[in-house]
């Protein structure tokens, strides 16, 4: 059964959108003029979730038990003390080979995720991942990936390598440039499998519950490394699963799409630049078939916006073999949207995203067409059904 409302974190605020006869009525829910980075509701308890960004104020997670109609701060995501991460190199200064260790600290909120077994996931800039066990009244740092040798071994021994592999986004809250995990997958069928994607480092998966993690980048390709196929230094941009099939996995990708079918074990590339199907952000995933997507292209890479003034969305039915350009209810002259990862989503034949700015766009019919629910929102960082 399709759900008949639609969660969007926004610049300014929480909204929900909800079904009233023929229409999609969007309505502000709570946080008025704060960020909200992500939003979701957990299946297991119906509880929502925002993931805020509130600039001075700095980041905070916050829960609804009563479907939006009120809000409330939940349990804070801090970091242990000595928690302390090797800073990447400062893009700014070439060749920057210095070894700086910063103290961590929460630099936005990024991603909710819900395992089968209760569990709670929020990933963070810089890099640190989450975990309640009890509902969201406290969390966690996963230690086993914040000490990965990947990142430079466990700081808080003292014993790390001084090396990273973890480089980093500006796109926490102040700009900062540092990892950020943005992607988190649990698989269905499995919850202690869950993997991760980092900006910028790659793909990591844990199949005993976290306790340890290993690199899933086997395929992926880096067009701005002198080494496009080293182990480390993807930028994935988001990673999600088939729920009904969970070996089949999408990635939309700095440097393409790519596919696995056996659970991110081997990716293929399987762009199509002629047709505009390379750069972006989002990817979504058919629930039941999982050779069929949905990613929205944009224009690589400074420009990020839409191709020749024309917003559409591409789908697979076939894993990347074929695409389909679906335009059909969308703009074709003088657009400029970019769909940010989080703010695509797929519910049966239903889709739904938002736009940078501020448009939502709906499909009830696998994208073959499209009907605008909204033109003036804030821009829109997040659109989730639920």
């Not at 939003?39 to 479907?67: C, E, F, I, M, Q």
């Not at 991110?264 to 078939?289: C, I, L, M, N, Y």
Request: with cysteine; net charge negative.
């Amino acid at each position: 059964m399709q759900t008949t409302s639609i969660l969007l974190g926004t610049r300014k605020g929480t909204f929900i959108v909800r079904r009233s006869e023929d229409r999609w009525v969007p309505q502000l829910s709570g946080h008025a003029g704060a960020g909200s980075n992500f939003v979701a509701r957990d299946p297991n308890t119906g509880t929502l979730w925002a993931a805020l960004g509130h600039g001075h104020w700095g980041a905070k997670l916050s829960r609804s038990t009563d479907d939006g109609a009120t809000w409330e701060d939940a349990a804070q995501i801090k970091y242990p003390e000595g928690a302390r991460y090797i800073a990447p190199p400062d893009p700014t200064i070439e060749d920057d080979t210095r070894v700086r260790y910063l103290d961590a600290t929460v630099l936005k909120l990024w991603i909710l995720a819900f395992g089968g077994d209760g569990r709670i996931y929020v990933g963070t800039i810089p890099g640190g991942l989450f975990v309640s066990r009890d509902g969201g009244e406290s969390f966690e740092l996963n230690l086993p990936l914040w000490n990965h040798e990947s990142r430079g071994g466990d700081l808080f021994a003292g014993d790390g390598s001084g090396r990273t592999a973890w480089f980093g986004t500006p796109a926490s809250e102040g700009g900062e440039f540092a990892p950020g995990i943005h992607s988190i997958v649990v698989d269905p069928r499995r919850p202690e499998r869950i993997l991760v994607a980092i900006s910028t480092a790659g793909v990591l998966e844990s199949t005993d519950g976290g306790q340890s993690w290993r690199s899933r980048n086997k395929g992926l390709m880096m067009d701005y490394l002198p080494d496009p196929d080293a182990e480390w230094g993807h930028d994935p941009h988001y990673v999600e699963l088939c729920a009904g099939d969970p070996d089949h996995m999408w990635q939309q990708n700095h440097c393409g799409v790519f596919y696995s079918s056996d659970g991110a074990a081997t990716w293929s590339k399987v762009s199509q630049p002629e047709q505009g199907v390379h750069f972006g952000f989002p990817v979504a995933v058919d629930p039941r078939e999982g050779r069929t997507a949905w990613v929205v292209p944009g224009k690589a890479d400074a420009q990020r916006m839409a191709i020749d003034g024309g917003l559409f969305v591409a789908r697979t039915t076939d894993g990347g073999r074929s695409w389909q350009a679906q335009r059909q209810g969308l703009p074709q002259q003088n657009a400029y949207d970019v769909v940010y990862r989080h703010a695509l989503a797929c519910d049966g034949d239903r889709l739904a995203f938002g736009s940078t700015t501020g448009n939502l766009y709906i499909s009830e019919d696998r994208g073959e067409h499209w009907q605008t629910v909204a033109n003036n929102l804030p821009p829109i960082y997040s659109v989730r059904f639920g």
